[in-house]
């Protein structure tokens, strides 16, 4: 197992057009997260998953945001009609069981540039 | 809401030397763990340590420790005999136990440099 993989690395695009980013956890992770960190900043948290049930979303998630998890298995989190604002790097982490303590593995992120 | 504060923007030394990280935190519920994580220059996050806010005892892995005051809310890392692969941003981060979530709020960093 080569840990989180997030896809793709970097993103530079448009205001107004949509993006996608995937994010495939470790295997048997249960628990996807998705994080957005600003530069300058520490990560902020956005969305999590068990399985493929969405079960938190934060204030931050606007509705142009979307993340999805359709076989429990790897996620999605889509941004349509991207501002300037919604340049950040976005990064993803799976953790295994339940608990508060249980250690996440974080992606290397994928840095989004809107232009 | 809970709050984590790190105070310390950058902070550099020199190779084999002792740094200790600053890190705060607000919260009014008294379950919860606190974690240190690193960030390395392109490079993923990593876990450093974690500290069960029930347990008194300082956690410590390998040459880093913490310096964990419940009642001040306070949580420094300590790193001893630093290493050049140390040299990272380092986030100070909570979790509220009754989440059973890894549902992380994070400080805003420190980063840290190594000198040779």
């Known amino acids: 197992d080569t840990g989180v993989s997030q896809d793709p690395r970097h993103k530079i695009t448009k205001r107004g057009q949509n993006v996608t980013f995937r994010c495939d956890p470790i295997s048997e992770h249960n628990r996807l997260y998705w994080y957005r960190q600003t530069l300058g900043q520490g990560p902020e948290f956005l969305t999590y998953f068990q399985n493929e049930a969405q079960l938190e979303k934060s204030r931050l998630l606007s509705d142009r945001f979307s993340a999805e998890r359709p076989k429990g298995s790897f996620s999605t989190l889509e941004i349509q009609h991207t501002e300037q604002g919604d340049s950040a790097m976005y990064l993803c982490?799976?953790?295994?069981?339940?608990?508060?303590?249980?250690?996440?593995?974080f992606g290397q992120g994928t840095r989004l540039t809107v232009v | 809401a809970q709050t984590v504060t790190q105070s310390q923007p950058e902070m550099s030394v020199q190779e084999a030397e002792t740094v200790t990280l600053s890190c705060t935190y607000d919260?009014?519920?008294?379950?919860?763990?606190l974690f240190w994580y690193k960030q390395p220059p392109s490079r993923q996050m990593i876990l450093v340590i974690r500290?069960?806010?029930?347990?008194?005892q300082n956690a410590t892995e390998n040459r880093f420790s913490v310096n964990f005051q419940k009642a001040a809310k306070s949580f420094s890392l300590k790193i001893s005999d630093s290493q050049l692969g140390d040299t990272a941003m380092y986030f100070c981060a909570f979790a509220l136990s009754f989440q059973g979530a890894q549902k992380l709020v994070f400080g805003q960093g420190t980063r840290l440099t190594i000198n040779p």
């Open positions: 982490a799976s953790s295994l069981g339940t608990g508060a303590d249980t250690e996440a593995f």
């Open positions: 500290q069960e806010a029930y347990k008194q």
């Open positions: 919260t009014s519920e008294s379950n919860y763990y």
